[in-house]
């Protein structure tokens, strides 16, 4: 419908194109006619019948003309009907063809596939049958090889039994004899190689011990040299100049470097702490409060009253377990350590704390990751003691869930440390291991045995806590030195050394 329409439309247009047209071509003929008329008006009677005659032609013209295009119009629309009409014939003959090809497409798919199905069906069962054929086939013709090959061997047996003990030892010293010339081959060579690195380490020591005792010597003489010059010279002076020299070098040193008071350093180390983010900083900054609160009390007085605590706290949640974060550690909790020794200062150390984490709390965890670094762990240890030796701040440290489970866990982590070095030393005794192993596991095994009996004290001291029996038992054994008893006498001294 919507194609009949639209040649519809455009016959229409084609009409009326047509009409305008012709009414543009009978509009300019009409205007010729007249310019025609007012030039033969102009002219004489003479053009008065051939004028006629023209218009009659005309007039004759335009009647053909309207009967033709009527007549043109008529067939156009008959044609085009009967073009309609045709090509829905030949689509309705192609999409039953495309429909009936389709059909049959399918039919022959289904019956294809039925096909395939049932051949795929017989084959697997005549592979199956063949299978099981062969299979019989294979397990009759092996049969008969292995009673063949048993027949043969038995006859073999029978020829070469007399020799094959013989035969079987001299094999054995063969490989005996092979095996004794490697292995003396290798004894020698690692003999030699060890007989000249032993040579090559002495001459090394030698020369190290020399150069060491040269340069001794050396350091001895310029302070005997130093001494006796400035000896000589107070002498020559008297004691109330070189009292005098010595105030006057010290003021002078003041007046040129104010910062190099303690004080002032203390000030800028807790500036440094409180606006820096910078790690080098913050540890220049520690390093110098380490020290400086270690000499004076007036800076440590400064340090507490400044909030200094707080701020070594927010850099000790921190850090982890590299280099760099090891020493802040260690510098901070040197520094905490100094000022809680001196007991008006202690409360400020121990009521530091950073988003929500107190002190306790950061010593139980830094305590529980730095296990196996044995001057952290004990720097945090001797803080956290100090902690519990107060009955109040002990039983705040018993609320804190969190503070007494990290404490139980380092308790089972040590015994099984401690446990894991007691077998390792025993091993290394039982197959004469290396002296340096030996001196470092024993290390180890007496830093557990400390750090033990610091966390049993610390647990002794937590009221409503009781440590558990086996952290007990292994604390008591750490404390009388039963927990390894050393068979090797290098092991034996190392740990008689290091217990002293």
Known sequence: ???????????????????????????????????????????????????????????????????????????????????????????????????????????????????????????????????????????????????????????????????????????????????????????RRRHARRSQAAVVIQAATRSFLASSRHRRLRRSAVCIQARWRGLRQRRRAGKPAAAAARRIVKALQLEVRPQATLAARTAAAVHTLQQSFHLSQVMAAVKDLQHCVYLSSACAEAFASAGGASSIVHYLRSCNRSAPHMGLLKDGLSALGHVARRRSLAPAVYAAEDAGVDCPSLMAAIMLQSRDNEEVYMSAMAILLGVVGCPERAACVAANAQTVKQLESLGQLLIRKLDMESKYLNRLEGEKGSDVSAREATRKMVAARRQLVSLHQILSAVPGIAPSRELAVAAAEAHEGLAHAPRNTIVRDVLKGMQR
Not at 12 to 33: D, K, N, S, Y
Not at 48 to 73: D, E
Not at 102 to 128: C, H, L, N
């Open 1 to 187: 419908m919507y194609a009949q329409r639209r040649v519809y439309l455009g016959d229409l247009r084609r009409i009326v194109c047509i009409q305008a047209t012709w009414r543009g071509h009978q509009l300019r003929a009409r205007f010729t006619e007249l310019r025609a008329a007012a030039v033969v008006m102009q002219s004489a009677w003479r053009a008065n019948r051939a004028r006629r005659l023209r218009r009659s032609m005309l007039a004759a013209i335009h009647i053909q003309k309207h009967v033709r295009g009527h007549q043109l119009r008529r067939e156009l629309a008959q044609r085009r009907s009967a073009a309609v009409v045709i090509q829905a014939a030949v689509r309705m003959h192609i999409q039953r063809n495309k429909f009936l090809a389709m059909v049959a497409m399918q039919r022959a798919m289904k019956e294809m596939y039925r096909a395939a199905r049932r051949f795929s069906r017989r084959t697997a069962a005549t592979i199956k049958i063949q299978a099981l054929v062969r299979g019989f086939l294979a397990r009759c013709e092996f049969r008969r090889r292995l009673a063949a090959k048993r027949e043969r061997e038995a006859a073999a047996m029978r020829i070469i039994a007399p020799w094959a003990l013989t035969a079987l030892h001299r094999c054995r010293f063969l490989a005996l004899r092979r095996a004794a010339v490697i292995i003396q081959r290798a004894y």
